[in-house]
Structures are given as structure tokens and as C-alpha cells.
């Protein structure tokens, strides 16, 4: 047996002739019970850190999934249109060089009204169109003068750096595009680099 209940056996032969029936202390005290209770009270602690700890992992868990969660769907409404923008913008380019040639014949030794009404129209339209793909984002790179990035910029010929420092984007032989500042169309680039006498 326990030696809780050997203590609590003297105790009670000790005691009991020396308190009244209606003493209120004369009741039993059950050491064995308060041990077991006290050892239960110390592992139902324990399960509650135990638990305490996997809900706060699992509020984290779950907080890391409604984050990424929200950021695919914002980046879905962002760049949803990529696929279609990188089509629009070949039609833009297309736009711009018939406008280019238009200019061109539209001089004023040519006094054809009608090429210049052309002309006057596919400019307005090429405006109209920048107008519409900076609303949703499309923005096209002016990389003329700045330094060459490789994120936004692809190298297609090298130009003899007159009045530029060497490494700077000399001239584009087609537009770059950005949705969003995400490069979708790099831009094809000529850099400027010392020539070699």
C-alpha cells in the first residue's frame, strides 16, 4: 500500500478520540486523493499546452494559407490579362510603324489630304490604345538612355558610343512592355559600347 494511507490510518487512530463528532475537522482527509487529483491537475496542464501550442501552430498554419491564398488571387486579377496583353501588343507595333510610314508619305512635299487625314487617324488610334493599356496596367519601357537590365532588356546589337556612356541603351529595335511593373515583352535593345580603333 501507499504510504499515503499508512499516514492517514495513524492519523485518524491519533486524532479521533480527540475531536468531537461535530468538530468540523473531524472529517477524513483522503492524502491519497489529493495526490492523485494533484497529479491529474499536472497532466490535464500539460495537455493544455499541449493543445495551446498546436491551436496557435495551426492559427499560424492557417494564417500562411489565407495570405497566400489572397496574393494568388490579387496576382490572378493583376495578371489575368498578361497572355492577351502580350498578343495586343504585337498589334500594337504593327500600329505604330503603319503610322511611322504614314508620317513618312504624309511630308509636307506630298500634299495628298487624304494620306495625311491617315496619318492624323492612326495617331490618334496609337494614342487611344497607350491611353487603354495604361489604364490596365501596360505601360511600355522608354529604356533609351538608361542602363542595361537583363529582367527587361535584351541585347540584339552593339553601337558605337557617341556623346553615351559605354553600357547604356543606345537604341530599341522593339518596344518592351511591363503589366503591373512585370516585364511580359522584353525590349530588344542596341548598347552603347567604346568602338574599338
Same mark, same amino acid.
Given at each position: 500500500?501507499?504510504?499515503?494511507? /499508512? ?12 475531536? *468531537? ?10 492524502? %491519497? ?8 491537475? !499536472? ?11 498546436? $491551436?496557435?501552430? @495551426? ?12 496574393? /494568388?488571387? &490579387?496576382?490572378?486579377?493583376? /495578371? ?9 501588343? &504585337?498589334?500594337?507595333? !504593327? ?7 504614314? @508620317? ?15 496619318? &492624323? *487617324?492612326? @495617331? ?23 542602363? $542595361?537590365?537583363? $529582367? ?14 559605354? *553600357?547604356?541603351? @543606345? %537604341?530599341?529595335?522593339?518596344?518592351? $512592355?511591363?503589366?503591373? *511593373? ?5 525590349? %530588344? ?9
Amino acid at each position: 500500500e501507499s504510504p499515503c494511507v /499508512f499516514s492517514t490510518a495513524a492519523q485518524q487512530r491519533s486524532t479521533g478520540d480527540e475531536s *468531537g463528532p461535530e468538530d468540523p475537522h473531524d472529517e477524513p482527509k483522503h492524502p %491519497l486523493s489529493d495526490c492523485a487529483l494533484e497529479h491529474k491537475a !499536472i497532466k490535464l496542464e500539460e495537455q493544455v499546452r499541449d493543445l495551446t501550442e498546436r $491551436y496557435r501552430k @495551426a492559427l499560424a498554419d492557417s494564417d500562411n494559407v489565407r495570405r497566400r491564398t489572397q496574393k /494568388f488571387v &490579387e496576382d490572378a486579377k493583376l /495578371f489575368g490579362i498578361q497572355s492577351f496583353c502580350r498578343d495586343l501588343v &504585337e498589334v500594337a507595333d !504593327i500600329l505604330e510603324k503603319t503610322a511611322e510610314s504614314a @508620317a513618312e508619305e504624309a511630308e509636307p512635299s506630298n500634299p495628298n489630304p487624304t494620306l495625311k487625314k491617315i496619318y &492624323e *487617324g492612326l @495617331a490618334l488610334i496609337e494614342s487611344k490604345l497607350q491611353s487603354v493599356f495604361a489604364k490596365h496596367g501596360l505601360q511600355k519601357m522608354n529604356p533609351v538612355g538608361g542602363k $542595361y537590365d537583363p $529582367y527587361d532588356h535584351e541585347i540584339v546589337c552593339h553601337v558605337p558610343a557617341e556623346g553615351m556612356q559605354p *553600357g547604356t541603351i @543606345a %537604341l530599341v529595335t522593339q518596344d518592351g $512592355y511591363k503589366l503591373h *511593373g512585370r516585364t511580359i515583352r522584353h525590349a %530588344l535593345v542596341g548598347v552603347a559600347v567604346e568602338s574599338q580603333e
